[in-house]
């Protein structure tokens, strides 16, 4: 097997996607885990993939790890109810690289074959080895309000009984805004007790994007600031952002995707995928779908059953859509690679049936029916 960061060959260890250090000062077993890929599902056990060699494991990433808990730990006793602002100090690098390994490590354990590609530019800058090429991402950081009321704020700011600093929450999730399409940008919120930190990731595409897409985080997000080199920054309480997230991802947890309620709002979406598409098994469109539709649970609530697929360019053929070849060959390849893409399709309207009688294979059903109907007129 092959170490996802420096390549080499062997043995893999397991890496934690939160880091050790910080489950070792949190009370794990009061936490709620689960994958966004598996959002129904909950883990009763610290979250590791086996993927990393243990010098990578021991080494550069072990020592990033080291140093943002010694960053957040560093702020022990410093955040209170009554705290409206903080000084952020920072090592811009050791800080940037540590957030990076977190999102690719988090984003391989949720299968994001997009954002997978976008962090594995940046393995060597990771590993702290050489890299001249300019940082094509943005780093954000936020200073959040975690308590309801002034009843809740004793046990919401991080300190346990012998007044010590503990981790109370980290969540590493994918990060969606109306305003922002994320077709060519990865987009990942890191939220550790009162700091959320935004890593968004540029492809070549959308560097040329980049003030554009700062400007309109800012102006959604404006308690948001980015981190800069300067290694220092004036961070001041945000009052809705963690509140947010705990009622979407807590609150709506429990009972999101164990049932299919989720009804249509009467706008169905058309994409359709080309002739040329189906030859060449083209999946860009669908691949967008899922990053742009189905990355997050109110992303998946809104987009139930409300897109439909069409060919175009089989206008002329006599046959149905699913007894073409290459149609049953380019839908067996979507539902292998997206198989929950299924989730978002209208299954009452007429594509729905060309996915069945293509991936099924009609003539396999053709087949069993004749031999059905030789074996009763031998019968007979």
């Not at 609150?251 to 994409?271: A, E, H, Y």
């Not at 002739?275 to 189905?294: A, H, I, P, T």
């Not at 292998?336 to 293509?358: C, H, M, R, T, Y």
Request: overall charge neutral; hydrophobic content about 40%; glycine content about 2%.
């Amino acid at each position: 097997m092959q170490c996802e960061y420096c390549k080499s060959e062997g043995k893999m260890s397991r890496e934690h996607i939160i880091p050790k250090g910080f489950i070792n000062n949190m009370n794990f077993k009061e936490q709620t885990v689960w994958f966004d890929k598996a959002p129904s599902r909950v883990i009763n056990n610290e979250l590791m993939i086996k993927d990393v060699c243990a010098n990578c494991n021991n080494g550069e990433l072990s020592k990033l790890d080291a140093y943002a808990l010694k960053l957040l730990i560093s702020y022990n006793d410093k955040i209170s109810f009554d705290t409206k602002k903080i000084y952020f100090k920072y090592n811009y690098h050791m800080l940037t690289r540590w957030l990076l390994k977190v999102c690719y490590n988090s984003a391989r354990a949720n299968d994001a074959d997009f954002d997978i590609g976008l962090y594995q530019e940046y393995i060597s800058y990771i590993l702290n080895k050489d890299y001249t090429e300019a940082l094509d991402i943005s780093i954000f950081a936020m200073f959040m309000e975690v308590a309801f009321d002034k009843e809740t704020q004793e046990e919401c700011y991080h300190l346990n009984k012998d007044r010590n600093y503990e981790i109370d929450w980290f969540r590493i999730a994918p990060f969606r805004m109306v305003n922002l399409s994320v077709y060519y940008i990865a987009m990942r919120c890191i939220m550790i007790n009162s700091l959320a930190f935004l890593v968004v990731v540029y492809n070549k595409d959308t560097i040329s994007k980049k003030t554009t897409i700062e400007q309109e985080i800012l102006k959604t997000y404006p308690n948001f600031v980015k981190l800069l080199t300067n290694n220092k920054a004036c961070l001041k309480k945000d009052i809705k952002f963690w509140h947010s997230s705990y009622m979407t991802n807590y609150l709506l947890r429990d009972n999101f995707l164990g049932k299919r309620t989720s009804k249509m709002d009467g706008i169905l979406k058309l994409v359709n995928i080309s002739k040329k598409e189906v030859f060449d098994r083209d999946y860009n469109q669908l691949k967008y779908l899922k990053n742009s539709y189905m990355s997050t649970k109110d992303d998946l609530k809104d987009s139930y059953q409300s897109f439909e697929l069409m060919m175009d360019g089989y206008n002329d053929d006599k046959r149905e859509l699913y007894q073409i070849k290459e149609v049953q060959d380019y839908i067996i390849g979507m539902i292998n690679k997206f198989p929950d893409i299924i989730w978002i399709l209208n299954l009452e309207l007429s594509f729905f049936q060309v996915i069945l009688g293509a991936y099924i294979n009609e003539k396999v059903i053709n087949d069993k029916i004749d031999s059905s109907r030789q074996i009763d007129i031998n019968q007979k």
